[in-house]
């Protein structure tokens, strides 16, 4: 249920990082999923939709695939030709109203073919949060493949 | 014995990183503050060590000596980081900062500071010239170089 006034806070690993709300997601208890009992590959679990099945993959806090068993609650964001999946440790609604996003430009090459993957962040003193660029995010979460 | 060569006086600051020292006009910096914590910025270049919160924005902090060719290395203990302006053209929010072994000191250069030759200069396209300040070199970054590799695209 995606509100364009909240973002949402992820947490992988031990790191957080916030989507913004208007990029569209849905967040689903791993037991309405599908675990991969296999070691091997990207995927964490999939999500089954009529004939389809969406992928959801395990990242650290390096935004790396990772894989572990201690996980409760994945995120589902909308994108074409389907969502995509992000297992996370952690999951929060923030109110826009709590959040003050500041625009922020990575250096460098972009690592995807839609930019960087961070394209704000919400500053607090010295602590801070990047924001996701929801495109490039999902660009990057779709190339770690189907299987 | 002829007066040296003299001109226009300008205020620079000489930042001190780990084996080299930059000269950079001191308008270009916009502040110089204390070490803090660091947030790493994934999949991003060997030469940007993360990003700090400053004001109200995120900060890229970068190597300066990795954008050179040294080794990454993890974040110094001691020292200070040295927050820029936007390089020219850039949005107004798009501050950058780099570690600097020590407080920055400022230098009054007069033209009268000999040029350094090339061959004492390290070969990169991110050091425009040199000078000699009281024997040392100092270097001065190509500001274009730097702004293309932030922002190739």
Redesign the interface.
């Known amino acids: 249920m995606a509100d364009p006034n909240q973002y949402l806070r992820l947490q992988l690993g031990g790191?957080s990082y916030l989507l913004p709300g208007a990029s569209g997601f849905t967040i689903e208890q791993r037991e309405h999923l599908i675990t991969n009992k296999s070691p091997e590959g990207n995927i964490a679990a999939w999500q089954s939709v009529r004939s389809a099945r969406l992928p959801a993959y395990c990242l650290d806090g390096?935004?790396?695939v990772t894989r572990h068993p201690d996980w409760h609650r994945a995120v589902f964001l909308d994108a074409l030709p389907h969502a995509v999946g992000l297992v996370v440790d952690e999951v929060q609604l923030l109110p826009r109203a709590e959040t003050?996003v500041?625009?922020?430009?990575?250096?460098?090459?972009?690592?995807t073919r839609l930019?960087h993957?961070?394209s704000?962040?919400w500053?607090?003193?010295?602590?801070?949060?990047?924001v996701f660029d929801p495109q490039a995010f999902v660009a990057y979460l779709q190339s770690l493949g189907d299987e | 014995m002829g007066k040296p060569r003299s001109g226009p006086r300008l205020h620079s600051l000489e930042v001190p990183l780990d084996g080299i020292t930059l000269l950079v006009p001191s308008a270009a910096i916009a502040e110089v503050i204390n070490l803090?914590?660091m947030?790493?910025?994934?999949?991003?270049?060997p030469?940007?060590n993360g990003?700090?919160?400053?004001?109200?924005?995120?900060v890229?902090v970068?190597s300066f000596e990795t954008l050179l060719g040294a080794p990454a290395t993890a974040r110094p203990a001691i020292g200070k980081i040295v927050v820029f302006y936007p390089l020219g053209g850039r949005?107004d929010?798009?501050f950058?900062a780099m570690f600097a072994a020590s407080e920055p000191r400022p230098q009054v250069l007069d033209g009268s500071q000999p040029v350094a030759e090339g061959s004492e200069l390290p070969d990169s396209p991110y050091i425009a010239a040199g000078l000699k300040v009281d024997g040392r070199l100092i270097l001065i970054p190509d500001l274009e170089a730097l702004k293309k590799?932030?922002?190739?695209?």
Not at chain 2, 39 to 45: A, D, E, I
Not at chain 2, 51 to 58: M, V
């Open positions: 790191t390096m935004l790396r003050t500041t625009p922020f430009t990575p250096l460098g090459l972009p690592p930019g993957l961070f704000g962040a500053v607090m003193g010295h602590r801070l949060m990047l | 803090q914590n947030v790493p910025v994934p999949f991003s270049q030469w940007m990003a700090i919160g400053w004001r109200t924005l995120a890229p970068i949005q929010w798009e950058f590799a932030f922002y190739p695209t």
